[in-house]
């Protein structure tokens, strides 16, 4: 090898570079990653993501089953509102056939209000709606569907009976019920 001087000092030359050894490029320190590293990191990386893959198709499963209770809910509470209509039907037909033949006594005045009022109360009770005027009921005592409805038609056909039982001049004095309004 040449001797270096002070011109080629530290110059690449090509005499210098038969004597250069080169080294690894400056990085983290720590050793550097080989293949089968890599191919272990991507393997965690890949377990990983079917984990959570999997936890989302629980919850997805989790998700459905709440949806097919809820929809199963829904199609019981349809048939719940059948049940409540079949009762109701079912009611106004035995309020219908108890109440027909019987003759309502038409309040006149003062001279027959006690005979009309016994009248009415006795209708009441046919129809088990004799609370309504009893204890003055303006509201259903429950909040039970089927027992609020009922109670409803009760209330309906109690005051119908009343209104036609009542004199001409008198019913005209009155003003109209609900369900001729909204009819």
Known sequence: MPPR???TMGMDTPASNDEYEPTTTPGPPGPTPTTDTLIQIMMEYMRRQGEQIARQDEQIARQD???KTLMEKLSLSSTAGDSIKNEIDEFCKDARAKLEGR???VLTGSNNYLEWKSSILADAHLIQAKDVLTKEETVPPTTV???MELWNKKNELLYTRIFQSLNATRNASLPPRRSEIYA
């Open 103 to 105: 003759h309502a006594v």
């Open 145 to 147: 569907p089927l027992d």
């Open 5 to 7: 001087t002070r011109a």
């Open 65 to 67: 089953e709440q949806m």
